[in-house]
T-cell receptor, first 116, second 118 residues
Framework: AQTVTQSQPEMSVQEAETVTLSCTYD???????LFWYKQPPSRQMILVIR??????QNATENRFSVNFQKAAKSFSLKISDSQLGDAAMYFC?????????????FGTGTRLTIIP | NAGVTQTPKFRILKIGQSMTLQCTQD?????MYWYRQDPGMGLKLIYY???????DKGEVPNGYNVSRSTTEDFPLRLELAAPSQTSVYFC?????????????????FGPGTRLTVL
């Protein structure tokens, strides 16, 4: 079974600084997707960024980027120029890349606090 | 488009009571899912459906039932509520690619239902 581990229950960063959230996963599959979701106090799950395992290039979305290390099964999220609106729970998630199996497996989350 | 909507937003149940959590999507997605999120934890899959009339169990299906009579609706039924079912419940939907190919499609989440069983 696939597992996703987030070892940092809480992180904090000064506004405008950079922070990195860690995620490791375990799978025997060679093709899969990895995601970072943001959950603000409103509870809404918001997709931040995704990475296809077969792509070596790390995904980037504006201030958000990932460091995907397939051999190490590591998938960290870097937030640059942190803003107050980035404060939220962040979940790492995994999904096999086969047709008809869309289940997401989530980590336990990291609570990110932005210090003004 | 309203996306994925869930009702109610909040509910308190007594032990042994029953209720149905409603989920509707207006994006014509064929896949729909129910997740639960316990305090301090990530989401876990309860049930999912690949289309009208087809449902299957996820990681934590015990104590729940689902049905999918239409593409739009995917209700989750709790028959005998227990304190262990106190959680936030999320419904999500996604579409799939054409037959024989795989195309990633994002899961869109509803706003959640906070359920407390006392």
């Amino acid at each position: 079974a696939q597992t996703v581990t987030q070892s940092q229950p809480e992180m904090s960063v000064q506004e405008a600084e950079t922070v990195t959230l860690s995620c490791t996963y375990d799978t025997s599959e060679s093709d899969y997707y990895l995601f970072w979701y943001k959950q603000p106090p409103s509870r809404q799950m918001i997709l931040v960024i995704r990475q296809e395992a077969y792509k070596q290039q790390n995904a980037t979305e504006n201030r958000f980027s990932v460091n995907f290390q397939k051999a190490a099964k590591s998938f960290s999220l870097k937030i640059s120029d942190s803003q107050l609106g980035d404060a939220a729970m962040y979940f790492c998630a995994y999904r096999r890349a086969n047709f008809g199996n869309e289940k997401l497996t989530f980590g336990t989350g990291t609570r990110l606090t932005i210090i003004p | 488009n309203a996306g994925v909507t869930q009702t109610p937003k909040f509910r308190i149940l007594k032990i042994g009571q029953s209720m149905t959590l409603q989920c509707t999507q207006d994006m014509n997605h064929n896949y729909m899912y129910w997740y639960r999120q316990d305090p301090g934890m990530g989401l876990k899959l309860i049930y999912y459906s690949v289309g009208a009339g087809i449902t299957d169990k996820g990681e934590v299906p015990n104590g729940y039932n689902v049905s999918r009579s239409t593409t739009e609706d995917f209700p989750l039924r709790l028959e005998l509520a227990a304190p262990s079912q106190t959680s936030v419940y999320f419904c999500a939907s996604s579409s799939t690619g054409t037959s024989g190919t795989f195309k990633y499609n994002e899961q869109f989440f509803g706003p959640g239902t906070r359920l407390t069983v006392l």
